[in-house]
Nanobody, 120 residues
């Protein structure tokens, strides 16, 4: 069984910072992409940032404020969020494309989500 467990959400004032972390565990053979998505109330889930072995991509709304990083040895991905805005308020989900031992195919996994609330 593969699990993605997020941590680091919370309440912060506008202009502040938070750091989200996500740890993938289980019989993991290879992780391709890892990323963060978010879903605000009444809105669709949207990509925030994604990182592969070759590049990173960010939503336009977070470029210059958020930084995604990854520790391949620990199977973790982090999201440093600076200069937070009230519109960043959402549930943030960790996501990974990975293969487990014994199966070369990659599957997509989600974490349970962590709430980020930015007050004005």
């Amino acid at each position: 069984q593969v699990q993605l467990v997020e941590s680091g959400g919370g309440l912060v004032q506008a202009g502040g910072s938070l750091r989200l972390s996500c740890a993938a565990s289980g019989s993991i053979f290879r992780i391709n992409a890892m990323g963060w998505y978010r879903q605000a109330p009444g809105k669709q889930r949207e990509l925030v940032a994604v990182i592969t072995s070759y590049n990173t991509n960010y939503a336009d709304s977070v470029k210059g404020r958020f930084t995604i990083s990854r520790d391949n040895a620990k199977n973790t991905v982090s999201l440093q969020m600076n200069r937070l805005k009230p519109e960043d308020t959402a549930v943030y989900y960790c996501n990974a494309d990975l293969a487990v031992f014994g199966d070369s195919r990659e599957y997509n996994y989600w974490g349970q989500g962590t709430q980020v609330t930015v007050s004005s």
